[in-house]
T-cell receptor, first 111, second 113 residues
């Protein structure tokens, strides 16, 4: 089975901290995505990547950056965490033309 | 458990009944559609997909119907069980949009024992 693993299920960070959310997939997928999910707002795309060292902004990239140094790993970085970044973060991966496989999510709380 | 959406349409069904969840998609050029299930506090899980050259596809207890004329997608769950309680999302892939899926807002399915 394809596995997308997010390093933490729950995370609590302080305002202003730099936060790293890690995502690893084991099926050699080219594409990787980061979404946040908030009540009433659905899934919103933050960043995505179609290849190593490649990144593209999604719909809500402000306050975030990403890193894809290796094909299997796509990291989401909150440069200076703020309370409005409290959310559920979902990583996904796919082959071109196929559906996404999602990770279990990271529930981030910024206090 | 945690809510994935506080303002979602909700479908409430009796255990053992069939469920039908509907989705209107936005783009007539979309050629690939997927249904996902998301249980409370977890990531979305793939249920079933369908390409635009088909109008019906069946899985285990689930059937997806595609009506391209009215841009409508539905998910039918036979003999609904308590474990089917979750939020269900449809997603569409626009042809020539790379691998970008567009997600619907979701429907919460509640199964009454």
């Amino acid at each position: 089975d394809v596995k997308v693993t997010q390093s933490s299920r729950y995370l609590v960070k302080r305002t202003g901290e730099k936060v790293f959310l890690e995502c690893v997939q084991d099926m050699d997928h080219e594409n990787m995505f980061w979404y946040r999910q908030d009540p009433g707002l659905g899934l919103r795309l933050i960043y995505f990547s179609y290849d190593v060292k490649m990144k593209e902004k999604g719909d809500i990239p402000e306050g975030y950056s990403v890193s894809r140094e290796k094909k299997e790993r796509f990291s989401l970085i909150l440069e200076s965490a703020s309370t409005n970044q409290t959310s559920m973060y979902l990583c996904a991966s796919s082959f071109m033309g196929d559906g996404y496989t999602f990770g279990s999510g990271t529930r981030l709380t910024v206090v | 458990g945690e809510s994935v959406g506080l303002h979602l349409p909700t479908l409430s069904v009796q255990e053992g009944d069939n469920s039908i969840i509907n989705c209107a998609y936005s783009n007539s050029a979309s050629d690939y559609f997927i249904w996902y299930k998301q249980e409370s506090g977890k990531g979305p899980q793939f249920i079933i997909d369908i390409r635009s050259n088909m109008d019906k596809r069946q899985g285990q207890r689930v059937t997806v119907l595609l009506n391209k004329t009215v841009k409508h997608l539905s998910l039918q769950i036979a003999a609904t069980q308590p474990g089917d309680s979750a939020v269900y999302f449809c997603a569409e892939n626009l042809n020539n949009a790379g691998n970008m899926l567009t997600f619907g807002g979701g429907t919460r399915l509640m199964v009454k024992p």
